[in-house]
């Protein structure tokens, strides 16, 4: 963790529909943590890439994701270059 996705009743309905998933996004803890304050905060800097709409539940989750070591993985938010430390327990 943290990769997120768009969550909510009608993005769910619509991965159904289309057989597509909802956009995902790797962010940092302390993002991460700001949105599950806020699943809502981010939405105008989180793209929803795949034609899903905004869901009503926010973005969230943990979704599975590659190592960060070794990669060039990055806050989607801050922009902060990810590590393992942002893999670990929230």
């Known amino acids: 963790m943290p990769r997120i996705e768009n969550n909510g009743d009608n993005v769910n309905e619509w991965c159904e529909r289309t057989g597509n998933g909802s956009s995902t996004h790797d962010v940092c803890k302390p993002c991460y943590g700001r949105l599950e304050k806020n699943p809502h905060l981010f939405d105008s800097k989180l793209d929803r890439y795949n034609g ?5 539940d926010g973005w969230g989750g943990d979704v599975c ?3 960060y070591e070794g990669e ?3 806050c989607e938010i801050c922009k902060k270059k990810l590590t393992e430390r942002d893999n670990g327990n929230i």
Do not use: C, I, K
């Open 65 to 67: 994701h590659p190592p």
């Open 52 to 56: 899903d709409p905004l869901g009503t």
């Open 72 to 74: 060039d993985y990055s």
